[in-house]
């Protein structure tokens, strides 16, 4: 009977996770970590607490993504304690201040929660930013800010139903060539020598043969699908010889052998923005999203490959967007976003940062993160704004930056790859500008496309840089073209480039398309000022038939994970059935810490016996000595 309990948990443990992660999408998409507000760069004073503040939850936009020209519905629900009745709920959007509609105008139950919306057709590709304010007249409060207003929805051109995966040559020429539909390629891995390439799709991980490139050598496709679309990526990784896979799916990091589509092992977390493995295959790392208040959220977590329990875990206030390996493991680099905005510098052997750098940006995530081979070097780019290098470099034994680079245009440097010893650094910004860098960040070359640039990467000796744009290409470039040479070599694709890697050799150049690094209003685009006449209004799928569709890509988005309240309905609907089966329900925690204690985690379904110390469970030594001793 036990067993049998145990395994209707498990179900419903991971139909919960679906249902919430992906209707109310963990994503961020709307999340203020995309960019300030219209006009000068500047943070929306914080509200006061008060005992009498009322509540709104479970807000966002819907669809979070699209085109011009489709009706976009904002939403929020305003709840009240005492049951009093809103004095007002208002929406900023773009610099003004909206008044939304109770969408049943007859429910006046404001103790149960009562739902307001306002919809909006947008005419053009811009960024919409927004949030929600209340007051009871008591107090008052609000949702989807943590800084500055969320972005959302992210407008396209496109549609992105013809994304693909290919491999080129350092010429130019493609070798491989993989159609993937409606999936955006969230991450790609290539081995040193080229041989070996791993991807990571909206629901799929897939390892090529660069040999044999009609078909996968294998695929894992999940048992549920996934959202398609969102800035949370996951992310996928590759050991220098191509002999293990480590990658994210939804609420998954899954660890693969070469041989097998079967995973080595699997271990449930929050979304991932980015996932890595050591050169020698020996450890691996997730960077993940979720919430400031919630412990096992917004994590840096650590494992060797021989086993699915995390060395350690570190928790930040802010998502964790990137995570790198020197080449033995021995160090690993992590960046985070909002409101933590920092840098940090990790041994293998502790959850304790050996380097944190303080804040780098104003209001804006420190997106990508590199460290050398021998971990002594590490270099971050930045999302840019006042104050606010392209790159800063850091030695691991000090917080004091060792130089900053700063172009003059300071915007968003989503992309960045450098040489394993770190004598080459290429860095592009949103506006086309690209940069190499020496490892004292000095420009030593440079070239300005007209384009945004979403990703780039650079061989192992330097010779070869590849950049992902939303003009459709990947610009191979040469630092050194011979005479009379190409310094840019263009490959069309039919979508926005997502993801690009070069092999180590320099051989060999991989790339994916979709939309995620594009989430910001910045795009470069021959209709980026194009107003549409929006004869037809588009009209998407109720959110209803959204979420009872999900699994075929239905565009449900949600900003809700920024107070972590997703993670909150989660753990009520868990103590519900916890309840149920006879079990004790799990602890919520309140108040964020920096370090956590070495062993904490969420294999398995958290019991006691897991081999893992889970105080927010509530276990202890005294009731759970099989986890909580020993260590752990």
């Given at each position: 009977m036990k067993i049998i309990k145990l395994l209707i948990l498990a179900v419903i443990i991971g139909l919960i996770f679906f249902i919430i992660s992906h209707f109310f999408?963990?994503?961020?998409?709307?999340?203020?970590?995309?960019?300030?507000?219209?006009?000068?760069?500047?943070?929306?004073?914080?509200?006061?607490?008060?005992?009498?503040?009322?509540?709104?939850?479970?807000?966002?936009?819907?669809?979070?993504?699209?085109?011009?020209?489709?009706?976009?519905?904002?939403?929020?629900?305003?709840?009240?304690?005492?049951?009093?009745?809103?004095?007002?709920?208002?929406?900023?959007?773009?610099?003004?201040?909206?008044?939304?509609?109770?969408?049943?105008?007859?429910?006046?139950?404001?103790?149960?929660?009562?739902?307001?919306?306002?919809?909006?057709?947008?005419?053009?590709?811009?960024?919409?930013?927004?949030?929600?304010?209340?007051?009871?007249?008591?107090?008052?409060?609000?949702?989807?800010?943590?800084?500055?207003?969320?972005?959302?929805?992210?407008?396209?051109?496109?549609?992105?139903?013809?994304?693909?995966i290919a491999v080129m040559d350092s010429f130019g020429k493609k070798i491989l060539e993989y159609p993937v539909g409606d999936e955006w390629v969230g991450g790609i891995a290539i081995s040193s020598d080229g041989k070996y390439l791993?991807?990571?799709?909206?629901?799929?991980?897939?390892?090529?043969?660069?040999?044999?490139?009609?078909?996968?050598?294998?695929?894992?496709?999940?048992?549920?699908?996934?959202?398609?679309?969102?800035?949370?990526?996951?992310?996928?990784?590759?050991?220098?010889?191509?002999?293990?896979?480590?990658?994210?799916?939804?609420?998954?990091?899954?660890?693969?052998?070469?041989?097998?589509?079967?995973?080595?092992?699997?271990?449930?977390?929050?979304?991932?923005?980015?996932?890595?493995?050591?050169?020698?295959?020996?450890?691996?790392?997730?960077?993940?999203?979720?919430?400031?208040?919630?412990?096992?959220?917004?994590?840096?977590?650590?494992?060797?490959?021989?086993?699915?329990?995390?060395?350690?875990?570190?928790?930040?206030?802010?998502?964790?967007?990137?995570?790198?390996?020197?080449k033995d493991g021995s160090f690993v680099v992590g960046s985070t976003g909002c409101p933590d905005r920092q840098a940090y510098i990790f041994s293998k052997d502790s959850n304790k940062p050996v380097m944190i750098s303080g804040r780098l940006t104003y209001d804006s995530p420190v997106q990508r993160a590199r460290i050398t081979k021998d971990g002594s070097f590490a270099s971050f780019s930045t999302d840019g704004g006042p104050d606010s290098a392209m790159v800063v470099a850091f030695a691991k034994n000090s917080s004091k930056p060792l130089w900053k680079f700063t172009s003059s245009?300071?915007?968003?440097?989503?992309?960045?790859?450098?040489?394993?010893?770190?004598?080459?650094?290429?860095?592009?910004?949103?506006?086309?500008?690209?940069?190499?860098?020496?490892?004292?960040?000095?420009?030593?070359?440079?070239?300005?496309?007209?384009t945004t640039i979403g990703s780039a990467d650079i061989s192992d000796d330097g010779s070869v840089i590849a950049l992902g744009s939303t003009d459709n290409k990947v610009h191979i470039l040469d630092p050194n073209p011979p005479a009379g040479g190409k310094k840019d070599i263009p490959v069309e694709f039919k979508e926005f480039v997502e993801e690009v890697a070069v092999s180590a050799n320099g051989k060999y150049i991989a790339a994916g398309t979709g939309g995620s690094p594009y989430f910001f209003e910045e795009i470069l685009s021959p209709n980026r000022n194009k107003?549409?006449?929006?004869?037809?209004?588009?009209?998407?799928?109720?959110?209803?038939?959204?979420?009872?569709?999900?699994?075929?890509?239905?565009?449900?988005?949600?900003?809700?994970?920024?107070?972590?309240?997703q993670i909150g309905l989660v753990q009520k609907i868990l103590n519900f059935f916890l309840q149920l089966l006879g079990q004790k329900p799990n602890q919520e925690t309140s108040s964020p810490t920096k370090v956590q204690?070495?062993?904490?985690?969420?294999?398995?379904?958290?019991?006691?016996?897991?081999?893992?110390?889970?105080?927010?469970?509530?276990?202890?030594?005294?009731?759970?000595?099989?986890d909580c001793s020993g260590g752990n």
């Amino acid at each position: 009977m036990k067993i049998i309990k145990l395994l209707i948990l498990a179900v419903i443990i991971g139909l919960i996770f679906f249902i919430i992660s992906h209707f109310f999408g963990f994503s961020k998409v709307v999340s203020a970590e995309s960019k300030p507000p219209p006009g000068p760069g500047q943070m929306i004073p914080k509200l006061s607490k008060t005992a009498n503040d009322p509540i709104l939850e479970n807000g966002g936009v819907y669809p979070m993504w699209g085109p011009p020209c489709q009706r976009y519905t904002y939403y929020t629900t305003y709840r009240d304690k005492e049951g009093r009745p809103p004095e007002y709920v208002k929406m900023y959007f773009n610099g003004d201040w909206i008044v939304p509609q109770k969408e049943n105008p007859n429910d006046n139950d404001f103790k149960k929660g009562v739902r307001y919306i306002y919809k909006f057709v947008p005419n053009k590709i811009s960024g919409n930013f927004f949030f929600f304010e209340a007051s009871n007249g008591l107090g008052k409060t609000r949702e989807g800010i943590i800084d500055s207003p969320g972005n959302g929805p992210v407008l396209f051109e496109g549609d992105f139903l013809h994304n693909e995966i290919a491999v080129m040559d350092s010429f130019g020429k493609k070798i491989l060539e993989y159609p993937v539909g409606d999936e955006w390629v969230g991450g790609i891995a290539i081995s040193s020598d080229g041989k070996y390439l791993a991807v990571k799709t909206s629901r799929k991980v897939l390892l090529f043969d660069t040999s044999k490139p009609d078909k996968p050598a294998w695929i894992y496709e999940q048992g549920v699908g996934g959202m398609v679309g969102g800035d949370v990526k996951g992310g996928v990784a590759i050991s220098g010889d191509g002999s293990k896979i480590f990658a994210s799916i939804s609420s998954n990091v899954l660890l693969f052998d070469k041989s097998s589509n079967k995973p080595v092992w699997q271990y449930s977390t929050d979304n991932a923005y980015n996932v890595a493995i050591s050169e020698n295959g020996q450890y691996v790392g997730a960077a993940t999203a979720g919430s400031e208040t919630i412990l096992n959220s917004n994590l840096l977590i650590i494992w060797k490959v021989s086993s699915s329990k995390p060395l350690w875990q570190y928790h930040a206030s802010g998502n964790f967007h990137d995570i790198a390996f020197s080449k033995d493991g021995s160090f690993v680099v992590g960046s985070t976003g909002c409101p933590d905005r920092q840098a940090y510098i990790f041994s293998k052997d502790s959850n304790k940062p050996v380097m944190i750098s303080g804040r780098l940006t104003y209001d804006s995530p420190v997106q990508r993160a590199r460290i050398t081979k021998d971990g002594s070097f590490a270099s971050f780019s930045t999302d840019g704004g006042p104050d606010s290098a392209m790159v800063v470099a850091f030695a691991k034994n000090s917080s004091k930056p060792l130089w900053k680079f700063t172009s003059s245009t300071s915007k968003a440097a989503r992309a960045m790859g450098m040489t394993s010893d770190g004598n080459s650094i290429v860095a592009a910004n949103t506006m086309g500008d690209v940069y190499l860098l020496n490892k004292d960040g000095k420009s030593i070359s440079d070239w300005h496309l007209n384009t945004t640039i979403g990703s780039a990467d650079i061989s192992d000796d330097g010779s070869v840089i590849a950049l992902g744009s939303t003009d459709n290409k990947v610009h191979i470039l040469d630092p050194n073209p011979p005479a009379g040479g190409k310094k840019d070599i263009p490959v069309e694709f039919k979508e926005f480039v997502e993801e690009v890697a070069v092999s180590a050799n320099g051989k060999y150049i991989a790339a994916g398309t979709g939309g995620s690094p594009y989430f910001f209003e910045e795009i470069l685009s021959p209709n980026r000022n194009k107003v549409y006449e929006c004869k037809t209004v588009i009209e998407p799928k109720p959110m209803e038939e959204a979420l009872k569709s999900m699994g075929s890509g239905g565009n449900v988005g949600d900003n809700q994970s920024l107070e972590g309240k997703q993670i909150g309905l989660v753990q009520k609907i868990l103590n519900f059935f916890l309840q149920l089966l006879g079990q004790k329900p799990n602890q919520e925690t309140s108040s964020p810490t920096k370090v956590q204690p070495t062993g904490q985690g969420k294999q398995g379904t958290g019991k006691c016996g897991d081999t893992i110390c889970e105080p927010s469970s509530g276990e202890t030594k005294e009731n759970c000595p099989k986890d909580c001793s020993g260590g752990n």
